[in-house]
């Protein structure tokens, strides 16, 4: 049992278990609801400027400019398959064609280590952006 710092009330805690299988710690999500909680987690994420250097990030190995609009994000650790979901996006914010870029994976980069990221303006041409972020979910290998 645990107590709160003034010495009053006692705190329940619910007893995890499976923590060392993969896979296996479930919780109660919203409602009544459960969910895997490791299924539930970003695996891979990272926010970088143009010039390809990370602010922050997890898991994430490397950034490398491959052109205009385009950059690879490499993980530390892979993903199990190349099934996993992305999502990037960007900004910027030069005169009046500011706002936030639109965004695709580059399904040649598209593996189990890495994930191609191109940023388009409005007129859908490959821009370098200000600011760019990207999330990965799925399963690390």
Known sequence: KFKNTSGGNNVKVNQLSGIDTAGSITVQ???????????????HWVKFAPDAVADDSLNNSSITDTDTGRFTVTRTNNMSNANYVGQVNGEWTHGSDSGLAINSGDNNTLTTSAYGC????????????????????????
């Open 29 to 43: 999500g919203e409602g009544t609801a459960t969910t895997n909680l490791q299924q539930g987690l970003a695996k």
């Open 118 to 141: 191109i940023f388009y303006n409005s007129s859908f041409a490959t821009y370098d952006v200000d600011g760019m972020a990207a999330l990965f979910h799925g399963d690390l290998a």
